[in-house]
């Protein structure tokens, strides 16, 4: 699976932005899709991730209330809302795919990663 984030920009606190992931190569149904993100000096960090058919959902504790994923499957593509910005959101933020869904709480779960795009959340 080949995966291209998109999205990313400067937005200021409080403000919003819709992430894209686009996927192509293999049914992406059969894929779990994570979404992490990396800040200058510290670890990729856990943000959501969604079940291959999207009834699955779960949300690290930083995010929560305030981002939101989604996957159109007919456009193989997957979506990360994100609301209510802060300066402490600023972040290489990254898409992720998995055939199974055991370990997909971190980073070494995934079997594709996309290049990662840009978020800065200005004060």
């Known amino acids: 699976v080949q995966l291209q984030a998109s999205g990313g920009g400067l937005v200021q606190a409080g403000g919003s932005l819709r992430l894209s992931c686009a996927a192509s190569g293999r049914t992406f149904s059969y894929y779990l899709m994570g979404w992490f993100r990396q800040a200058p000096g510290k670890e990729r960090e856990f943000i959501a991730r969604?079940?291959?058919?999207?009834?699955?959902?779960h949300y690290a504790d930083s995010v929560k209330g305030r981002f939101t994923t989604s996957r159109d499957n007919a456009k193989n593509t997957g979506y990360l809302q994100m609301n209510s910005l802060k300066p402490e959101d600023t972040a290489v933020y990254y898409c992720?795919?998995?055939?199974?869904?055991?370990?997909?709480?971190?980073?070494?779960?995934?079997?594709?990663w996309g290049q990662g795009t840009l978020v800065t959340v200005s004060s």
């Open positions: 969604i079940s291959g058919e999207g009834s699955i959902i």
């Open positions: 992720a795919a998995a055939r199974f869904s055991s370990g997909t709480l971190g980073p070494t779960g995934y079997d594709y």
